[in-house]
């Protein structure tokens, strides 16, 4: 047994234990009451799913075990002579609980190179697709063809033990995560690349790689994909991604069935497509204004402009958030330091200055402030990376690290096929008038 897949095994086991321990005590307590908006309203605020691996804190972002973003790009292990952390380093946070070492992180890294060969025939499938498919659509039929590699769905055939099942789940999870890269780059070299693809590189480490075989291969584009594949790799439980990844791997599915359930969920409008929507925003206005360097006064009437025809300003807001996303600071800090000059990056930070003024003035925004959508196509702009529609890929990429270990977890405790009760609205119209009981099950 690998030395992480062992670690893994002997912490999970001590947690099991403990949440048994708990539940026997603690059971029947009630964590709060659900309100028939809720019930309505796509479930939100409602607790009921527990995910090891993130939380969403108001007034901090999200936290990694516990870890701050800024804490994380200080703490984990960096490439050689780099300053953004290793991928890694926060799977292997979210996996095990404890921030890893450099030899944790190497370690992990070469995992992730022997196991990152992905079988001709997925690339034949690929080839068999339109050329105008577009890239989610191709990243999902990518990974439901090398489902055929699922060791854990093999062994179910065959009839494992249900103590067994986590082993077979971690095995799918650390092959799925090696693979997907080279799989996503394919997809970019074919699609946007004339088909001239890239071969992988065996000494550069899982983002470095990525970067590479899509064909950017500065050091500063591999930085920019260590950051960026680390602060968007996992958002609690409740968003569609990760929800859907878990809801599907409830029923036992293997990783790559439910990876790829989840990744059709990000692909919705309202989950995924953020970022190109920021910038397409921002290359419209300037486009309007006739200027790449609009004046702050100039951003102020266009942003009025737009949220007097009923449209929002895509990347502001957060349901959960109060404050700047760190996640929106760590790439603006990386773009002063690597780009300060950058005129679209100028503009990005000049609407900071102007747009939480405006939605405070509203009165009816509780979060004025940018989320790490507002900041992040704009830096893939800088590097040339203007293929809008795969920037939801590289999301998807990153997001496996937090959605797959949360998948390890899920087996490890032996969490139940996720069955919620449902409603109908007469049943709600009867209850209303006292007529019936809707409460229980």
Known sequence: MGVIKQQFKDISEKQNSAIKDMLKEHGDKKIGDVTLSQVYQGMRGITGLVTETSLLDAQSGIRFRGFSIPELREKLPKA????EP??????????????????????????????????????NTL??????????????IGVMALQNESRFAKEYQKGMNKKDYW?????????????????????YRRKYKNNEHIEPDGLLDWAGNFAHMMGYDTEEFRELMRLYLTIHADHEGGNVSAHTTHLVGSALSDPYLSFAAGMNGLAGPLHGLANQEVIK??????????????S?????????KTLSIGKVVPGYGHAVLRVTDPRFIAQMEFGKKHM????????VWRIYEVVPPILQSLGKIKNPWPNVDAHSGSLLYHYGFKEFDFYTVLFGVSRSLGVLSSLCWDRAL???????????????NNWLQGKEDIAGD
Request: hydrophobic content about 40%.
């Open 340 to 347: 300060p000059h950058d005129k679209l990056l100028q503009t």
């Open 281 to 294: 925003w921002i290359l419209d206005m300037q486009a309007e204004l006739k200027s790449d360097e609009p």
């Open 167 to 187: 082993g077979f789940m971690y095995d799918d999870v650390i092959d799925l995560i090696a693979r997907l890269p080279r799989i996503a780059a394919y997809i």
């Open 414 to 428: 032996s969490l139940p096929i996720e069955r919620p009760k449902s409603i109908t609205t007469v049943s709600v």
């Open 296 to 304: 702050a006064k100039q951003i102020e009437e266009y942003v009025k």
């Open 80 to 83: 050689p002579g780099g300053a």
């Open 86 to 123: 290793l991928p890694e380093g926060i799977f292997y946070l979210m996996l095990l609980g404890k921030l890893p070492t450099e030899d944790d992180v190497h370690h992990l890294t070469s995992v992730f190179q022997r196991r990152s060969h992905v079988p001709s025939y997925v690339f």
């Open 127 to 140: 080839e068999s697709l339109p050329i105008n498919t577009h890239p989610m659509t191709m990243f999902v």
